[in-house]
Each structure stands twice: as C-alpha cells, then as structure tokens.
C-alpha cells in the first residue's frame, strides 16, 4: 500500500510571537475528501500554506508523497508542486487574462508543448470544470461569482495534479450554485482519481462530499473522522461546532435529499 499523499508530524507554525500551531499532526489518505475546520483563527488557511510549501514551518515536519519537505531544495519543490492543483479562496485569476489563457499559463509555463497542444488541454480542463466554450474568450471581469471558481477549478486541474486543495470553494455561492460546485467536485475526484482537501465554512458542502473531517483548535488537529461521527463528539468544542443551528439544518437537508 502506498504512503499517504500527505502526512504532518508536530507542526509548529509561528508569526512573529503569535504561535498558530504547536503538536499539529495530520494524516491525508489517498482517494479522500478531507475537509478542514474549526473557528476562525485556527489556522485552517495557514495550515494549507504549510502544506502546499508557500511558508516554511517554524518546527515539525511536512512529508508529501513520502518525501520530507522541511529541507527540500527549490528543484525538488518544483516536482512536487506540478503534482499538486489549488484552487484559492477567490479563484486568483489573472485579470488580464481570458480564461483559456488563465488554464494554459500552468502548462506553458512546466511543459514543452507546441501552443496548438496547449490550447487543446486548456479546453479539455475547461470542459471538465463544466465551462461552456463561450467562456474561453472572457475575462475574469465578464464572469460569475460560480463561473470565475470552475475556471479556478479549471487551472488547478492543468497539469494533471493527483492532490487539488480547495480553500472555502463555496463562499459566494448561492445554494443552488454551492450544491452544483459540489458535484462537480465528487464528479472530479471520480473521474481524475484525486485526493481532495479542502478548507470550508459551508457545512452543506460537509455533509455533501467530506470523506472525513480534520477539527482545528488550539494550534493542533482535535479529531479526525466523518462528519456523523464529529457530530456525535462529547468533546465540548467540536459538539459545539457541530451543535450549531446552520450545521444541524445542513445535517437534515443531506438526510433528505438521500
């Protein structure tokens, strides 16, 4: 059986004086969901930076598909990132650029391929963030709230990554265009084969498609399991989180819709 795509053993992650974890440890099985959560100020958004290399840990150790990164040489990071997609909060898209052009900069940008190849990959990944072709020719500006995060979808997807990160993918959202923007990502993860993990406030989007769900509090992992089983914790911060009117009303909305 092959490693875990992702494993983190006693992360410290520090700003100044601030400390925002401290003993955090954190196991990514391959072919999951994992959502991230907990209160604002746990350091969700901070602990996918770690992960994806963008900071540099103040102490512990960050393994990514068996390879230690703590110390690793900028080469080595590069290899490791083209194995990996992100979709940011707000889609991060170049403003300046269509949306083809957003999709195949990744690919010109790691892969010698002649433009005709990579405008014919940039529209495969368009289609498969269920983009209509009109949009490869509109900027940024020109789209909706839903279809500036499937073109973030989209570039995540350009070089065929095996992990995609998704930080808060449904803020914004209405719920019909949430619970559209969920399936498609279950479609993804089938179809591509991918290990998911995604920072989220949207407890709809829990319910719908987290394998398992990571609680932060306290600079470190509280629990890790389903959703069910958090909501049945006694611990007394995550049975408050979960106790929440908005997460219960998610809770029964997912028991109906099945």
């Known amino acids: 059986m092959s490693a875990a795509p992702i494993a983190v053993h006693d992360l410290e992650t520090r700003y100044g004086t601030k400390i925002v974890h401290r003993g955090l440890n954190l196991e990514v099985r391959r072919g999951e969901i994992l959502a991230i959560v907990g209160d604002s100020g746990s350091g969700k958004t901070a602990l996918l930076r770690q ?9 512990g ?3 990514l598909f068996g390879q230690p990164t703590r110390r690793l040489s900028m080469a080595a990071a590069r290899l490791l990132w083209r194995r990996m997609g992100v979709m940011f909060q707000h889609g991060a898209l170049f403003t300046s650029l269509t949306v083809l052009e957003n999709i195949a900069f990744p690919i010109m940008e790691h892969a010698r391929l002649s433009p005709r190849l990579v405008r014919e990959l940039a529209l495969l990944k368009l289609r498969l963030a269920g983009l209509p072709v009109e949009a490869a020719a509109r900027y940024p500006s020109e789209l909706s709230g839903g279809m500036i995060k499937r073109a973030a979808v989209a570039r995540a997807l350009a070089l065929d990554p095996e992990l995609l990160f998704l930080d808060e993918p449904t803020s914004g959202l209405d719920p019909a265009g949430a619970a559209a923007f969920d399936r498609l990502i279950l479609e993804l993860k089938q179809l591509l084969d991918l290990t998911v993990v995604m920072v989220t406030h949207d407890p709809d ?9 990571a609680f932060l509090s306290g600079g470190k992992v509280l629990a890790t399991d389903t959703v069910a089983a958090l909501a049945a914790s006694p611990h007394p911060e995550i049975r408050r989180y979960f106790s929440a009117s908005r997460m219960q009303q998610a809770r029964e909305r997912t028991w109906k819709a099945e």
Do not use: K
């Open 61 to 63: 150790e960050i393994v």
């Open 51 to 59: 992960i994806l290399m963008l900071e540099r840990p103040a102490g």
């Open 205 to 213: 989007s829990l319910w719908r498609t987290a394998d398992r769900v």
